[in-house]
């Protein structure tokens, strides 16, 4: 995660990594740059320099063979990431470009690129960028992607300037919008007069996006080949005598003495804006759990104190938002790989100019200096994610013996074989399956992907609570279809486990899914399970409203909520009942194992069609959220109901739905 592997160096640069490291040498270094840093290396040896604790162990590369002049333009990777699978991609295109095309690379996150002065500096750039939501850019890539889609450019200005766009999304998951940022983005360039240099790629998640991703490679490295060939290197059939050199390693980390004092963060974030870069630690005021004793699942009811940042930006939130929440591995896990890694988790480190420089991207905005290896593993290395075929492509080049020829199978593997070997394991489990792979720290940081924060729907309505906020969060068990394999999902069980007291790293995200403006608008809200979040929010919302204005017009609130058993995980179900005795709801529920015939809430949907007819027509906003089978039920169930009750065709009610849509009255947030 937090260090990249040199794998190659040109003369000047490796020069002048030199003159960073050692600003005081023991005896001035004479000779060329390259044979200065071959002294370098032969003296750190008999200083008794130790690779292991102070270098990244990386491939060894003559630098002679870095090609003395290019006429390529660097290669920037600009990238917009929500969830850290741009990123990798970045990343990993980095390094393909670098150490196998020989170019000079950049990446660089969209939030810090100025377009309006930038965009037209670039020789080759290159869009890695997902959708989050309805189609929308990540938070990331939300300014540049605001300039890119309102400014009016002479198209001269971008003429020279020569782009690729490789998108990522869900086809599963709003399929209207699908890819819509990457396309968006491909197409505004072009009219701008910049010059695509091959088809855009697209990147699949209800599939396999590495997979995707490399399919495309080929026809983008093709393309590049050709537009930018690589000069030769000056003699390349002759190699400098500088044995040592091909061996030089530039510190990425160095270890400190557990009194240094703490010098603060790596990156500067505005502390008066609470986000995703800047994530308040918010004390929990609330720990309840929803489900009975007769339950054998857990869903617990969290309250998030907001009073001490009250005021500074990004800390307000309306119903229907979201809250990003920062989880942390659990000790024992962290315990597990210390142990078979032989770890110190009490010794400390701080990354060097040059290790700063390779993790730029993917290093937290809050990140320490110095930093622990217990925190490093605690709050920023993903020790439970599925490896990508990069990380194994990696452990590849640490195994030895049939290690290797397993590994290299598992690579060749389609997505379903690769991802039955590796679901469901931690980082140490994952070792273990192939012990030849030992790692030392710099290595397993380098391997890990960043712990990514999680999103989940607000609960609660500021109007009940302006300085806190609620969150529903059911703890999620993943397995194998056989049972062998049980995995606890990494930040459900956390915020599970927190207690009253403990701090938690949030920030609020705002999103689409709102309550219309007007309260005399009426609202069908669906939903099952934790679905029922953002509708408790806004039904608290709505009451407030009505308690304020008690003589305006208020719409009819109607409410379909699943669960399994009365008795067991109706959640929240006195203040539903209490809120229907009231009328501030009319409530329809289905309990689906409560009776031999399974009941959903699209079954009461049908069984309720002309009401929600009769609503639609008074212009009622849908809203709908809980898991996707729950959600394509209803779906298909409101085509029926269109079609039936309003006398017209499939695709018609098709038509109608769509519109509803389109104009966001008709909102779905729906999870696997």
Not at 212 to 224: H, M, Q, R, V, Y
Not at 634 to 644: T, Y
């Amino acid at each position: 995660m937090l260090c990249a592997r040199v794998t190659a160096l040109c003369e000047k640069s490796a020069f002048r990594a030199l003159l960073k490291h050692e600003k005081k040498p023991q005896r001035k270094l004479s000779g060329t740059p390259i044979q200065c840093v071959a002294q370098h290396c032969l003296r750190r040896e008999k200083i008794g320099f130790s690779p292991s604790k102070y270098s990244i162990q990386g491939q060894k590369r003559n630098f002679c063979a870095s090609p003395v002049s290019s006429p390529r333009p660097t290669l920037r990777i600009l990238f917009g990431s929500q969830t850290g699978n741009a990123t990798l991609l970045a990343e990993q295109l980095s390094r393909q470009a670098r150490d196998e095309k020989g170019w000079e690379v950049e990446v660089v996150d969209l939030h810090d690129f100025n377009a309006d002065v930038d965009l037209e500096k670039q020789g080759m750039v290159v869009f890695i960028t997902s959708c989050f939501g309805r189609g929308e850019p990540t938070d990331n890539a939300k300014d540049f992607y605001q300039w890119l889609t309102n400014t009016q450019q002479n198209p001269a200005r971008f003429g020279h300037v020569k782009f690729a766009v490789f998108g990522l999304g869900s086809s599963a998951y709003s399929p209207d919008r699908y890819q819509a940022v990457g396309r968006t983005i491909d197409r505004r360039l072009e009219e701008l007069g910049a010059v695509r240099m091959c088809p855009r790629g697209e990147g699949d998640d209800a599939h396999c996006i590495e997979d995707d991703f490399d399919s495309w490679l080929p026809t983008f490295w093709e393309k590049l080949d050709s537009a930018f060939p690589m000069d030769k290197p000056a003699d390349s059939t002759e190699s400098v005598a500088a044995p040592a050199a091909s061996a030089a390693k530039d510190a990425h980390l160095i270890w400190v003495e557990s009194a240094t004092p703490s010098f603060g963060v790596y990156k500067a974030s505005d502390p008066a804006v609470i986000d995703i870069r800047n994530p308040h630690k918010s004390p929990v005021l609330l720990a309840e759990q929803l489900h009975t004793k007769e339950s054998n699942r857990s869903v617990k009811h969290l309250s998030f104190d907001f009073s001490q940042v009250k005021g500074l930006q990004g800390t307000s939130y309306a119903a229907g938002d979201y809250l990003g929440v920062y989880p942390e591995n659990p000790e024992s896990i962290i315990n597990d790989l210390a142990e078979y890694l032989s770890l110190d988790l009490s010794s400390k480190f701080e990354l060097t100019e040059t290790g700063l420089k390779e993790v730029a991207n993917k290093l937290p905005f809050f990140f320490p200096r110095p930093c622990s290896v217990h925190d490093a593993l605690k709050y920023y290395c993903d020790l439970t994610k599925l490896p990508r075929r990069a990380l194994v492509s990696k452990m590849v080049q640490h195994a030895s013996g049939t290690d290797v020829d397993r590994l290299n199978a598992l690579l060749e593997a389609d997505k379903s074989v690769f991802e039955a070997a590796l679901s469901f394991k931690t980082l140490p489990q994952l070792l273990r399956m192939f012990p030849s792979v030992r790692l030392d720290f710099e290595d397993l940081l380098e391997l890990t992907p960043a712990l990514q924060c999680r999103y989940y729907s607000i609960s609660s309505s500021p109007l009940v609570l302006p300085n806190a906020l609620d969150l529903t969060v059911v703890r999620h068990r993943f397995g194998s279809a056989d049972g062998s394999s049980v995995m606890n999902g990494l930040c459900s069980t956390f915020l599970n486990e927190v207690s009253v007291g403990d701090v938690v790293r949030v920030f609020v995200k705002p999103t689409l899914f709102k309550l219309p403006e007007d309260p005399a608008v009426p609202i069908l809200m669906i939903g099952a399970g934790t679905g029922l979040a953002p509708m408790r929010g806004f039904i608290q919302e709505r009451e407030m409203l009505r308690m304020k204005s008690p003589n305006a017009k208020h719409g009819e609130n109607m409410l379909f909520f699943g669960c399994m058993y009365k008795n067991r995980d109706f959640i929240y179900g006195n203040d539903l009942i209490e809120w229907e005795r009231k009328g501030i709801i009319s409530l329809i529920m289905a309990f689906s194992h409560d009776q031999p015939e399974r009941i959903f809430v699209q079954h009461r949907l049908k069984h309720e069609s002309a009401r929600v007819w009769n609503l639609l027509q008074q212009g009622a906003h849908i809203y709908v959220c809980g898991a996707k089978p729950m959600g394509d039920g209803v779906h298909e169930a409101l085509i029926n109901i269109v079609a039936d009750e309003g006398k017209m065709s499939r695709q018609s009610a098709e038509e109608f739905l769509k519109k509803r849509s389109d104009a966001h009255k008709y909102q779905s947030d729906l999870f696997d």
